[in-house]
């Protein structure tokens, strides 16, 4: 695993993107693992630059959203689908219907998260999946308890993931309480992770994912089973890591050749 720790969360974005970009570079038709909520918008943006500088293209990529909640249809702005419409595939230029979103809306949600994760396999694998961390230690919307080997299912919010969600509805009462979300297992086929995670309220979570023990009580401590793993956090994010100091040192004699642009 590196662990990069940054000065400003800008950089965080900036670094993680690079990662990504070296992915699309090398492979334009990689399949790109796809996070929302506020943690990947540097990336996001970042990447966007890049397009925008015609240094990477995704119109051959493809993607795949981590979740989606269940029972919001499509066209709200605060369903996942309305925000990888609008902050990925359209500034990115991902190619019509290269995105696919899990769907909180079947009839028969288990039977759909489990074409889900048909799809990904489908498509030859997630290259690069992106993700973010949530404060009680989740990824995707695994919460704490989640199985290691789960796969894409239907999940119950924990209450404190849908007050700190919240902030994308008109009020509490309208955030689901259900979602549908890659599992622990899913996420681990990918063949590269790229987690970013800013600001102090992610210090916790960031410390015990990265160097406390493997526990289903910190889904985030899954990525120490991963072979290929880049956390980037900023100094807020890195405040409760013991090694802060040795990860900088790394990170600041990494040799030129393995550092992305
Ligand atoms: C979103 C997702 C979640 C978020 C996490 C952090 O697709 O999978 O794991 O990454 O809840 O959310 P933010 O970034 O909004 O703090």
Redesign the pocket.
Known sequence: MEIIILSTPAEVGRVAAAKIASVVAKKPSAVIGL??????QGIYADLQRRVDAREISFAQARGF???EYVGIPPEPPES?ASVIARDVVGPLGFGPSRVRMPDGLADDLEFAANEYDAAIRAAGGVDVQI????ANG????NEPTSSFASRTRIKTLAPS?RE??ARFFDSLDRVPTHCV?QGLGTILEARELVLVAQGSA?ADAAAASVEGPLSSFVPGSALQLHEHVTVAVDEAAASKLKHADYYKYTYANKPNRQRNQ
């Open positions: 996070a929302t909520g506020s943690s990947p959203a981590l979740d996942y993700l973010g961390i949530g989740h990824i995707g919307f993931t700190a969600n979300t992610k």
